[in-house]
């Protein structure tokens, strides 16, 4: 009996050990001191974390580190720089996953995380100007309209909040929920700014039986969609690209209304604890530039903040039928496209602790 | 060992169980604040728990009497068990996924139980059936033969004997219920709040760890309760145990079996893999363009990521739970292992961030945080479901070796670990079966995406649902592998 003991456990421990050895050499291990070869260059390591889905094989994180290395060494031949990918699961996690895991930039907040971000931590200021969404701390990266994807000859699509009411999608529309979902809340905040007071309960009640399921996250709810059990669902204005090109599927469509779509901005900031701070600063200008902000807009499927990237592209296309002024009716900087602009579409604790009542108040 | 040693052992446990407790409290400074609309989350929570524990007891033993009928070979058990536990180690959106596509219309509270019934029943059915043959088998047929009919037996035989395996069970399926995310917010809608959903939108949302630590001591004051409530559980004190004799038992199925279950075990399982295998074609193509084969380097962490913190996950939990019994714990100190709930999954796995902290993100730390997360999580469901009755089972035999004068290290040699190997390799297995879909725990404890269930997740919020589902299908083939290989490590050296 004793024998065949010692082997298995024998064999299990050396699995983990050769597993762990193997990895050790791979990326590092430095609670066993097994550090990876020192290359002959200095290297200086740049922490970012990030949101799951953006560091992915098929995010955009481990393309812009590639081209952030490699820019780097051509400007500095003397001298290396490794970007380490953490990951904080989605973009909720940053704040408390930055607390334990020390980075050098946190990118993932959105407008409603922000002002949370900017009151539990220091920030520093990036010098990167004259861009988009973006303050001195906290650097907007890439953006998207909230609204409704539908598929074409499906059904007809809403054209208002108020079409979305009309017997046609009855159990038809699939819904974020606002306490779990970023773009669930900006629903709620669209309809709460739209028909403020009473107005907004009542849409909601009359809402209820043309909503077919409220998911906890927007991906569990466009599964949904893509599925086929809901035909329209709440998501980006750029989600139709990701068919068009990724599944050669034509039938996807964003639902333009004539008010103002909420829109979803994207941020990166650097900590205050930063321990490579001159690297990370040198990052988020990288991030900015049209060569990576193209890499963000063709992997994350958003839209960039700097124009520049999406010129020829259908992302151009999108961008022009927002900002349609003959459509619209109207012009200039802060109503450029046919969003509302970022100052409405943030909230603080207390209109969103109230916000979120009414939504629980109304049954779905 | 000397007593005192003993003691400090205990104490060291006790600490270790409560540190994830301790670090929301850590976290937030030690300011506790109860969230709006706290009653109504309790009243809520419970409600839908309650619900679901009485449902999924219900349909178990349902599903308990057709895996007694059914189950009449060896083969034909491990046949009708495996099917009837796949929902519960499926991943919990398969399961609502597929049930939403069969029962497009269904919503609400009842939505809710009747999900939380599916993943659970067919697991229920198994602890049932198993106990049923193991304790009561002998007496059931004695009892067919003199002609005692089957309501008889059910009501006046089985169930009676049951009583502390379906408070156990209950225990189990109310605190898993509590902890409840995807399903009641997918089939609850608004209305549906749990402590996890109170616990998520704290720490995600608000970054409130006050209202977190808050709902973590209730959690624990509801342990507390718990342990007292268990005094009653020891009232009958047989317990789940290992089913050794199960097969040779074939006139029990006469006696109790029924195919009226048949649904019971099966349908869950039909869901689920309906929903996972629904799109194969186009979930392939999604993988191709993922770019995911594109880069060998990122699956193949992923691949030694599963593989090892599903084995070290399985090896610490079994580990703990051996440690615990062979300080031989008094009938308190079982109580208190019995009523032990890790706190949300999100506070466990940010507690675990505390190992290896100062140090830099690594595959080592990340893979020991997932698997101490795991240990934290799932020894106490373990031990509720069988470390428990093999402990109580090899009391006499201990007490008699001690009385006898042997020492503590020859108790532990000859007859705690000899016995308790085959449930050592057990709970090992159904752990590292678990630990290969998981992605809550691996989401938040590592610094990486380095399992397989993570990259599930991943795909799936990449607009890639289908590749997801193949992805979660891969990592139920992997675990089931998983499970056999821990099990046949069991049978082999319990030989």
Redesign the interface.
Known sequence: MRRPKVLLTAGLVGVLLGIIVYNGRQFGIDGLNLSRQVPAKKTQTLRVLAYSSFISSWGPGPTLARMFEHEYGKKFPDSAVNVELLQADDAGLLLAKMKVLSSDVVLGFDQFSRPLAKKSAGWKKHQVKELRFSDEEFLAFDWAPIGFVYREGEIDPPVSLADLLHPRFHGKIALQDPRSSSPGFQFLSWVASDMPGNKTVEYLRKLKSNVHSVSGSWSQSYGLFTRGLASVVLSYATSPLYHRFTEKDERYRFAVFKSPHPVQVEFAAIPETCEQCDLAAQFLNFINAPPAQAVIMNKNWMLPVNEVAARGTPFADIMAALSDSSRFGRTGAENLFNVRPLTVVQADNTERDQLLRTWQGVAF | MTTRRHAVFWWVLVVMFLFPYGFSLL?SGGSLRLP??FFELCVRSFSQALGSTATTLGLGILGAAFLIKAGQTAKRLSFWEGIALLPAIAPS?AMV?GF??ML??F?GVWAVTIAHALISMGFVSVILARAIRDRIGASLELAWVEGASRWVMWRRAVLPSLKSDLFAVSVTIFFSSLAS??VP??LG???A?TFE?AI??A?????A?DIAAALSVFQLSLLVGAVALLRFGQENKSVLARHRESVSRLGIGRVVGSFLGFPVVVFGSAVVLFSLF??PIEGW??LQ????F??L???W?TL?GG??TS??AG?LTSTLLLIFVSLYPSDSKMRWMSAYVAPSTAITG?AT??I??G???????D??RISVGAAFLFAPVLWRLRWEGELRKLNGQVQVARTLGANHRLICLRILF?QL?PTFFWSGGLVSFWMWGDYALG??A????MTVG??A??????????AASLILAFSIMAGAISYRLFTL?GL??G?
Do not use: C
């Open positions: 976290i709006v609309g959106s996924f939403m596509d497009p219309n919503r995310f995807s917010l997918l809608g608004s209305q709040v959903i998520h939108h720490i995600r949302l608000e970054n760890w629904r799109h193509a999604q363009t993922s770019g995911l594109e880069n380097d990122a699956l962490l030694q593989l090892a084995t070290l090896v940010f961030l505390a290896g902290w140090h830099p993100p690594s595959f080592f730390w893979v020991l000899p190997w989401s938040i590592a610094s990486r995406s993570m990259l997740k991943s795909l799936m919020e990449s607009y890639r649902l289908e490590g082999r050296v030989r």
